[in-house]
């Protein structure tokens, strides 16, 4: 049964940095695109980032463009969302998602995927 895991969330500093993690298990994801979302008390799911199977394309949301970095690890199933200067509205849990379709990891709003993570918690303070 394929699962994808988040991990490395936590509570950090308005302004501060913090990297959370995505691995694959049971099936590999390789062929698939994959991206981060989260789920916010002001918001409700929105899309954050995204990058293609072959690592090609990252696409980003306005709200986070020019902070967020996402990037895929070749060797393992893996994807990372690198987070700096971090804001309080970036507060929620962020899930990690993979489909084969690219449209559908960038829908707006989102949409379900072929599979979902159980999401780890990011809480900035201010």
């Known amino acids: 049964q394929a699962q994808l895991r988040e991990y490395g969330g936590g509570v950090v500093q308005a302004g501060g940095s913090l990297r959370i993690s995505c691995e694959a298990s049971?099936?590999?994801?390789?062929?698939?695109?994959m991206g981060w979302f989260r789920q916010t008390p002001g918001k409700g799911r929105e899309f954050v980032a995204a990058?293609?199977?072959?690592?090609?394309?990252?696409y980003y949301g306005d709200s986070v463009q020019g902070r967020f970095t996402i990037f895929r690890e070749n060797a393992r199933d893996a994807i990372h969302l690198q987070m700096n200067n971090l804001k309080p509205e970036d507060t929620g849990v962020y899930y990690c998602?993979?489909?084969?379709?690219?449209?559908?990891?960038?829908?707006?709003?989102?949409?379900?995927?072929?599979?979902w993570g159980q999401g780890t918690l990011v809480t900035v303070s201010s």
């Open positions: 049971g099936q590999p994801f390789s062929d698939h695109n």
């Open positions: 998602g993979a489909d084969r379709n690219w449209g559908r990891i960038i829908a707006t709003p989102p949409v379900s995927l072929d599979a």
């Open positions: 990058i293609d199977w072959a690592r090609t394309t990252p």
